[in-house]
């Protein structure tokens, strides 16, 4: 039994919150500054904390240590169960080869470069962050970008940039749902649930939605992009914000991404078919030329290296040479510059197909009767963790935190392992070659799955022994003023650990520990922490050299950077500006009323 101890560093509050920083400036200290791998850093960022737990904060080692495996079972259930089997079903279309289908599909909408910036890099992956998350978004529109005629840095820089306003809802709400977990124990408001702060983060993230497209548009092709394609851009950011919107408010929170990108795909299509004559298109010849049609669009989740040929303008590190420009409107070639027969109809159906599925069961579970037969027993159940009993300070009811919720059946990872097995029935995959890529998606993520494991670890040791609750209390001390402060602590998690869920398991109960102690809302700075988070991810360390492993440019990193790091800014401080006036009656109305209130 452990009972949390207040200011336990010389009795003095500034004291103990600045050793229970100390865990949190190693991991950034880390990443940011020595740049080790993210799960050596969160390994050993983790030891620290659980030093600093048992000798600063006074929590018994077995105390401390059953704290850190809870955090790390559920880092690998229920977060990584998502991640995991969602990579495999996208592998699965890879192996068939049903991934170039689909980007072929995405081609013939419109030879538009700005265009297909925006169904490709914002709409698609929308729909990748929607299933997979961590990645997999930017590595797989980069090689896609770059297939269709796109030069490799505008590539990079084009699906970085896109794969902000759904990070909050990615991987089936993942971040949510951590941010859940993690800020009930720390505040009896009953409006800390994943519903509720998933309509809170679908009243912030969809305004920065409308703006997103303008800004990739503007990317491409500068001022003339802003004025030709403006229609296509804003009815594409509009249509995604509006669905993000309701699905995350009245429909369902893991589906609101796959709603939003499947809204706004079908409108910019729309949009673009009714105004297919109104406009010249831009070309990759046009934008200065771009990579021939040889990329290796299916090459994993990872990003495919090389493969690529780069621009004069453009030396890339590890590139194979340069290309000329591909005729947008030539067929399609293979090796040996052989013409590539159109898919077929039905090719272009069971391409589709994966996605159909997951939408068909996510739907079904989320049914009123059936979600609610599913959060019974026996495929849902909760248990205390074993041997860990954990109190507030001055409390006789133990944290929220120490119970695990394990809902083995209606969890999100399960239901991607249904929706596989029925990919792999409409794809013709024999059990052998499905079980083949399910294994190679582990070996694949075996690398993340320790970094996750490891951070959520942290997260826990920190809210369990009150090295959080400190933190929080220090920070409550600037007042009203932290509701600017508030999304900017979201965005350097992510950018510091490149994910929205770490983020929001490092900050989420500290967010909320704040906003108490300040008299601010708890859900509004909570959601903030995530809806912050999602623009740390285009400067993040992991999303930076993920794109550019994808374009051939290994260790230039930093040139990604100084061309991402301006927008980044730009869109925080509009959430900055979101956060403050919901603080405020301007926008207070869109914050979630209390429970009987």
Known sequence: MFEQVVDPVGGSLALSALVAAIPLLTLFVLLGALKLKAWLAGVISLAVAVVLAIVAFRMPVGQTLLSASEGAAFGFFPILWVVINAIWVYNLTVATGHFDVLRRSFEKVSPDQRIQAIIIAFCFGALLEALAGFGTPVAISVVMLMALGFQPLKAAVVALIANTAPVAFGALATPIITLATVTSGVSDD?????D?????????????AAFVPLVLVYVVDGKRGLRDTWREALVGGVSFGIAQFVAANYISVPLTDIIAALVAAAAVVAVVRMRTAAYEPVTAAMVGGGAGGTAAAGSGGSGARGGVGATAGEQLGDAPGDQAPRDPHAPATGAGDVPVLADTRAEVVKAYAPYGIIIAIFSLANLGPIKSALAQPPFTTSFAWPGLNVFAAGSDTELASTTYNFNWFPAAGTLMIFAGLLTMLALRVSPARGLKAYID???????????????LALAYVLNQSGMTSHLGRI????????AFLSPILGWIGVAVTGSDTSANALFGALQVQAATNAGLDPVLLAAANSSGGVMGKMVSPQ?????AAAVGMAGREGELFRKVFGWSILLLLLMCLIVVLQATPVLGWMVPAPVGG
């Open 190 to 194: 009953a409006r800390l649930t994943v």
């Open 196 to 208: 509720t702060l998933g309509a809170m983060a679908g009243r912030q993230t969809p305004i920065l």
């Open 441 to 455: 998606t582990y070996r694949e993520l075996k690398w993340a799955i320790l970094t996750v494991m490891a951070v």
């Open 475 to 482: 920070l409550a001390e600037t007042g009203g003023f932290f």
């Open 543 to 547: 999303n930076l050299a993920i794109a």
